[in-house]
């Protein structure tokens, strides 16, 4: 099904992306599976935010490691 909805998106009009937009959002709310932040931008879920701190932490660990081999 979701193979399905993807195929259909680059047929919408901007409107009918942002009714689609509206709708998801509200389903995501409504089962307020996870939600860590929710505003009128969308929402941010705990797996997206880990994944997120997962990937600072990966930069500042390279950062660190390539700051240590210049000393």
């Known amino acids: ?11 919408l009009t901007v409107k009918e992306l942002l009714r689609l937009k509206r709708a998801f959002l ?4 409504q089962r ?6 929710d505003d009128t931008y ?4 705990e ?3 880990i ?3 997962e990937e ?3 930069a500042y660990d390279k950062a660190e490691s390539e700051a240590a081999k210049n000393r």
């Open 1 to 11: 099904m979701v193979a399905e909805i993807e195929a259909a998106l680059p047929g």
């Open 26 to 29: 509200r389903h995501l709310r």
């Open 32 to 37: 307020n599976n996870g939600i860590i932040y």
């Open 42 to 45: 969308g929402v941010v879920t």
């Open 47 to 49: 797996p997206e935010l």
């Open 51 to 53: 994944a997120s701190a």
């Open 56 to 58: 600072a932490f990966q």
